[in-house]
């Protein structure tokens, strides 16, 4: 029997997050899977949404309808465009460690969460929810930027770091792409011009094309003079790339797309969803 594909949806009910609903129900109708709505309880978050109610005396049955009611609108537009289904769950706890630990227990395959944009995904930014689940999951993450919304995506760009487990990733890469007939572009973004880098490329494009079977893969090698956030940035608005995939296996390259010292004309994670791939 064939292992249905699980998509978890953290949402405390904002913008952002139910924005990240939108584009989860999207994936999961090309993927026929099954959608869990989550919310821990909160009390902060709650006060924001019921101002009046200060000791939270309704909290749990407030929840409960607002998550009855995304279902029934994710059930009534995604179910006849092949979503399997969608629940709702509520736990107690921290959010993101609640959250982390539910994706383990019901074995999800891909969390799917909102951010307001490239500030909550910045190390200077203390307590930021985004930032701690991609840092701490061991399941894949979607990050949805707030005013991103779901469109086909037509070309994913692959930042690659030329490690082995990129043989792995790019197949996960190409699944999704399939699905979208979208093109991939395998990047390796460079800081210098050297003949060493040129070899290299041609190197490992040779050992990884083996693991791709689909026409519609571009290895590209970049050289810039600026960090490699800056470079992926630049190459993402030149190519008009519509997500950037990562693989966080390898923690310095991650770092340095995720470092608190990036410039701060960076602007891509403020209109591109982020996918950072954490297991095979």
């Not at 989860?24 to 099954?34: D, I, N, S, T, V």
């Not at 990884?208 to 050289?223: A, G, H, M, T």
Request: charged share 30%; hydrophobic share 40%.
């Amino acid at each position: 029997m064939e292992k249905t594909f699980k998509i978890l949806c953290p949402t405390d009910f904002s913008e952002c997050s139910l924005n990240a609903i939108e584009y989860a129900a999207k994936l999961g109708e090309k993927f026929h899977a099954q959608l869990i709505l989550f919310h821990v309880l909160n009390k902060e978050d709650y006060l924001k949404l019921s101002p009046k109610d200060t000791q939270g005396k309704h909290q749990v049955e407030f929840v409960q309808e607002k998550l009855k009611n995304l279902q029934k609108a994710v059930l009534e537009e995604s179910i006849a465009n092949g979503l399997k289904g969608c629940e709702i769950a509520i736990r107690e706890g921290k959010i993101v460690q609640t959250s982390i630990d539910f994706a383990k227990e019901i074995n999800a395959d891909l969390i799917v969460a909102g951010t307001e944009g490239m500030n909550e995904l910045r190390e200077n930014i203390i307590g930021s929810r985004a930032s701690k689940l991609v840092e701490q999951s061991d399941r894949d993450v979607l990050i949805v930027p707030r005013k991103v919304f779901f469109k086909r995506p037509r070309k994913l760009v692959y930042a690659s770091d030329y490690i082995e487990e990129d043989k792995l990733a790019i197949q996960k890469v190409v699944e999704m792409a399939q699905m979208f007939d979208a093109e991939v572009d395998l990047v390796h973004v460079s800081s210098s011009q050297k003949a060493l880098d040129k070899s290299l490329h041609m190197t490992v494009v040779e050992e990884i094309k083996p693991f791709v079977r689909y026409d519609k893969v571009n290895y590209v090698l970049k050289s810039y003079r600026d960090d490699l956030a800056l470079g992926l940035e630049n190459y993402l608005q030149v190519a008009k790339g519509d997500m950037l995939v990562t693989l966080s296996k390898k923690k310095t390259f991650f770092d340095q797309i995720f470092s608190k010292n990036l410039s701060k004309k960076m602007s891509y994670f403020l209109n591109k969803p982020l996918w950072v791939i954490k297991s095979f």
